[in-house]
T-cell receptor, first 119, second 111 residues
Framework: GAVVSQHPSWVICKSGTSVKIECRSLDFQATTMFWYRQFPKQSLMLMATSNEGSKATYEQGVEKDKFLINHASLTLSTLTVTSAHPEDSSFYIC???????????????FGSGTQLSVL | SQQGEEDPQALSIQEGENATMNCSYKTSINNLQWYRQNSGRGLVHLILIRSNEREKHSGRLRVTLDTSKKSSSLLITASRAADTASYFCATDGGSNYKLTFGKGTLLTVNP
């Protein structure tokens, strides 16, 4: 099946620093990728939709200057948490939608997530 | 507003028993999907049911969809300890394939 690689799987950083998380589709192309945030024992909250070659679309309440998204190629999207603070500590997950026919692109393929801890 | 509310929030059963999880949603959908998440990991797609389908099977999984009641159920038969995970329903309203996830059901299968 399709594989999405998310890196790093966990990161600890000091308050005020920036952290970059990568999401790669390894064996398929993805015009669209999604970034989610998940708190313990909670559901996934969609943060933004990342579109290759264009600006990301952010959900209401998500600061675009805080969470920078770049989708420079059909296989890579990055999320940068800028000037991280302890309240940004969370589990971040990406997903990718394969570019192709309807039967292949309705379901999403997820990365394994990144646990961010800001001290 | 939150789409996809699962119940129960947590379910604990013995190995070999069946597990049923329910999901309700509020708006019209193109399809409804079920995903599984092991603790601290990403989600794995289990099954997709389209709005014009009523029932679908995949291995030990059975999904039903009642669009008149805006609800779906996921049945896992003959459960195994390895089925222990959180299960989420997700609705696709047709907007750029953006999925809205429910709160999930934590299933624990005791050996």
């Amino acid at each position: 099946g399709a594989v999405v690689s998310q890196h790093p799987s966990w990161v600890i950083c000091k308050s005020g620093t920036s952290v970059k998380i990568e999401c790669r589709s390894l064996d398929f192309q993805a015009t669209t990728m999604f970034w989610y945030r998940q708190f313990p024992k909670q559901s996934l909250m969609l943060m933004a939709t990342s579109n290759e070659g264009s600006k990301a679309t952010y959900e209401q309440g998500v600061e675009k200057d805080k969470f920078l998204i770049n989708h420079a190629s059909l296989t890579l999207s990055t999320l940068t948490v800028t000037s991280a603070h302890p309240e940004d500590s969370s589990f971040y997950i990406c997903s990718a939608r394969p570019t192709g026919g309807l039967a292949t692109n309705e379901k999403l393929f997820f990365g394994s997530g990144t646990q961010l801890s800001v001290l | 507003s939150q789409q996809g509310e699962e119940d129960p929030q947590a379910l604990s059963i013995q190995e070999g028993e069946n597990a049923t999880m329910n999901c309700s949603y509020k708006t019209s959908i193109n399809n409804l999907q079920w995903y599984r998440q092991n603790s601290g990991r990403g989600l794995v797609h289990l099954i997709l049911i389209r709005s014009n389908e009523r029932e679908k099977h995949s291995g030990r999984l059975r999904v039903t969809l009642d669009t008149s009641k805006k609800s779906s159920s996921l049945l896992i038969t003959a459960s195994r300890a390895a089925d222990t995970a959180s299960y989420f329903c997700a609705t696709d309203g047709g907007s750029n394939y953006k999925l809205t996830f429910g709160k999930g059901t934590l299933l624990t299968v005791n050996p």
